[in-house]
Every structure is written in structure tokens, then in C-alpha cells.
């Protein structure tokens, strides 16, 4: 297993949620207030904790599993090392990863 991929998917999951949970809240906002009086930036923070932690959690599991089943099927087909992996395996190791993942 290469660590590196637990750890890039970690870091992706956290960033992303970080990123997309204040205007996901925002949202939520104006669809049940109309316009929210916004009492401070920080707000919209509010209840990010879980959402990052398991965010980056399931990400690190999704895209080591990914690259690990790519890496191993790569290996196991007929294809040369330094030829890119063929579109079926990555589709293959994609939904190995993803019925993990389930």
C-alpha cells in the first residue's frame, strides 16, 4: 500500500469541505430566510468540525483504495510499466474502490 495516497486524499477531502462548507451554509441560509441578516463571517463556520473530519476521512480511504487497485491491476494486465494505465482498468479500479468505499 503507498501512504502517499491516504495522505493526498486526507488533505483534498479536508481542503475541499473547509472550502465548500461556509457557501453550502450560505446557501441553506437564503433558501429558508429569504436574506439572512448575517451576524458575522465566522457563522458560517459553525458545526465545520465533523464535516472536515469525516470528509477527509472517507477521501483518504477513496483515493488510496483507487490508487492501490489501479497499481495492482496495472501490474497484474499485460501493459508495459511505463505505458499509461488502460481507461478499463481505471474504471475498474474506480468502482473497486468505490464498492470499498459503500
Sequence with gaps: LTSMSFVAGCISGTIGTAVGFPLDSLKVRLQAQGAPPLTSILSLFRGIGIPVATAGVIQSLNLGLYENFRRSLH???????????????????GSLAGVCIA
Design 75 to 93: 501490474q497484474g494486465a499485460a501493459v508495459s510499466v511505463t505505458e499509461p494505465t488502460p481507461l478499463h482498468l481505471i474504471g475498474a479500479a
